[in-house]
Nanobody, 121 residues
Framework: QVQLVESGGGLVQPGGSLRLSCAAS????????MGWYRQAPGKQRELVAG???????NYADFVKDRFIISRDNAKNMVYLQMNSLKPEDTAVYFC???????????????WGQGTQVTVSS
């Protein structure tokens, strides 16, 4: 069984910073892409940033130059450093990972339970 657990969300003032972490654990043979989506109330879930096993990154236009994604392959973790936060960044942030849970099984996308980020004065 595979589990993704996020941490690091909370309440922050506009212009502030937060760092989200996500740890993958359980039956894991290997992990390909990892990353973060977010979902604000009444809106669809949207991609924030992704990172390949080799470290190639991609970002949504609305977070470029503000957020930085990174990962630690040895620890099966992915991080999201969020700087210059805006009220419109308020959302539940979900991490994902494309994981091969057993030899001979294709990669499956797993999701964390989500962590709330609220940007407000």
């Amino acid at each position: 069984q595979v589990q993704l657990v996020e941490s690091g969300g909370g309440l922050v003032q506009p212009g502030g910073s937060l760092r989200l972490s996500c740890a993958a654990s359980g039956s894991i043979v290997s992990i390909n892409d990892m990353g973060w989506y977010r979902q604000a109330p009444g809106k669809q879930r949207e991609l924030v940033a992704g990172i390949s096993r080799g470290g190639s990154t991609n970002y949504a236009d609305f977070v470029k130059d503000r957020f930085i994604i990174s990962r630690d392959n040895a620890k099966n973790m992915v991080y999201l450093q969020m700087n210059s936060l805006k009220p419109e960044d308020t959302a539940v942030y979900f991490c994902y990972a494309d994981i091969k849970p057993r030899v001979g099984i294709v990669y499956i996308k797993y999701w964390g339970q989500g962590t709330q980020v609220t940007v407000s004065s």
